[in-house]
């Protein structure tokens, strides 16, 4: 009987039933990710099909070739050479110039702004304190459209005439005809220049990298001694060269203008004027809320080993406050570029202004809609990709 007993417990326990395939749960997640992707491609054909069959009632094919076509229109502002006979392919590109130009000035100026303004926010300076929270309340509610609208009335009615221009450090020259500054021109020696200065500053990264961990520097301090040592070095290549790299073409007075040099019109200041104003408050909300995601004990430690306020924000709180900073801003930074399609509305031609001229002279709204939709996709991932990059760099890693 103990034996009996023994060898019905050896042996295996019978093996679980299966269920049919079509009562899996993974089959059945997959057939619904299935049917939801057809139904969605079948409503994206059906749409695409109705399109093609109206523009064909209307004699027209789908199509791309338009952008080798003369576009017949100027551009007032273009950092490349533009005219009428210009494909309508480089007056997209003019435009998409325009747009980056306008954007990441906006994006630079409306950082600094927004930082200083978010840090002062929190002073205990009563009168920086409210100057502040004024400033964020009053642009933050203000539709941004209207900021561009001020700005541009303020830049045409308020600056000086030509022959008042306001005379800047540099050969600069504000007036209401717009920013007068030299241009540089390219030389022999420029192609060379360019080259030492970025194997200069690679070189100069690495160094001050691995001898700022020696050292115990953090990235702020290594930052400005890679910076210190790469302009002197591009100062060293300058006097070294036969050549000056570039030379700079001054802007100078001749009867109702100026002539030479670069010139900004007042349209581009005020949008990128604009576009910082209305877009600091959002930043620095962001500064404010981040700087005051860090713990009060954190701060306290740092004044009870006597670090000054200074010391207490660049060392403690912001490297701190950044993990709460950065997503946020990347959201920021998405909207300014987004929003400088506002720039059309006072003229400055930016690429919704100069795709609009396009699709006026050649009818193709499909075409340039889709155009425009893939730029500012483009534009909108790239600018994620530098953010997630770098909020990556700055979070805390776990042990």
Known sequence: MAEQTLTYEML????????????????????????????????GYFLFQNMVQSLAKQGMVLGYEFLESPTGFDISTSLIEHARESSNLRS??????NTIVASLLGIVLATILGVLVGIASLSRNYLVNRFAWSYIEIFRNIPLLLVIFFTYTLVIFNLPAVRKSFHLPGEIFLSNRGLYMPK???????????????????G????????GRRRKLDYFQMSLITLGIWLLGLLAAWLVLPEAPFQFELPRLKGLNYVG??????????????????????????????????SKGQVDAARALGMSGYLTMRLIIFPQALRVIIPPMTSNYLSLTKNSTLAAAVGYPELLHVSSSITSQTGRAVEMMSILMAIYLALSLLTSLVMNWYNKRVQLVER
């Open 12 to 43: 295996p326990p019978p093996p679980p039933p299966r269920s049919a395939w079509w009562r899996d749960e993974r089959f059945l997640q997959f057939l619904a990710q299935a049917v939801f992707v057809i139904i969605v491609a079948g409503i």
């Open 204 to 211: 100069t990264f690495i160094l001050v990298v691995k001898f």
């Open 92 to 97: 997209i590109a003019v435009g998409v110039i």
């Open 261 to 294: 040099g670069a010139e900004f019109t007042p349209e581009f200041v005020a949008i990128v004027l604009g576009l910082v104003l209305g877009s600091a408050p959002f930043i620095a909300d962001t500064v404010r809320a981040g700087i005051q995601s860090v």
């Open 184 to 202: 540089p021109l390219a030389t022999a020696t420029t192609g060379l220049y360019l080259i030492i200065g970025v194997v200069l500053l690679i």
